[in-house]
């Protein structure tokens, strides 16, 4: 039977090494989370901004783990309807008169709902991939820094770097 500090002891390295085996994955994706808040991966309608190729490479394996972009196909010019869509009468339906106080205000158009103010949680979440990102890094600059394995330590780097690159391309 183990002793609880010979527990203690393989839940500690059990931690060590599997944090350092992950940490390429939590530095990706904090990064990735970062450039997708402020939706930098995104082109945006009504203004020139594309964004950089890398970016938006990065994204896709953020949000559908592969690097292949979608092809997105033209819009069908307004005029032209598919088959699929169906037919419009274009005669005029009966029009029933409507009692004066049944009438909708025409005089003013309704208000749209007010849409919310993102940008505090935006800047929010920015600042917890930023710390994420820190976080990871200085446990990783620990983990090499107090520990005297730095092969099996690195072993465990590498391993979660390239692997996931490998599945990349099965």
Known sequence: MPTPGQVLKAFRVTHLYLGVFITPAILFFALTGALQTFSLHESVKGSDYQPAKWI???????????????TRRPKPPADIQSSAEPRVDSAPAKVRPVAATQAPALSQPPNPPKRPNTLPMKIYFLVVAIGLFLSTATGLYMSYRFNRNRVALSAAFVGGFVIPIVLLFV
């Open 56 to 70: 938006t490479t990065l994204s896709q394996l953020h949000k559908n783990q592969t690097v292949a972009l979608p």
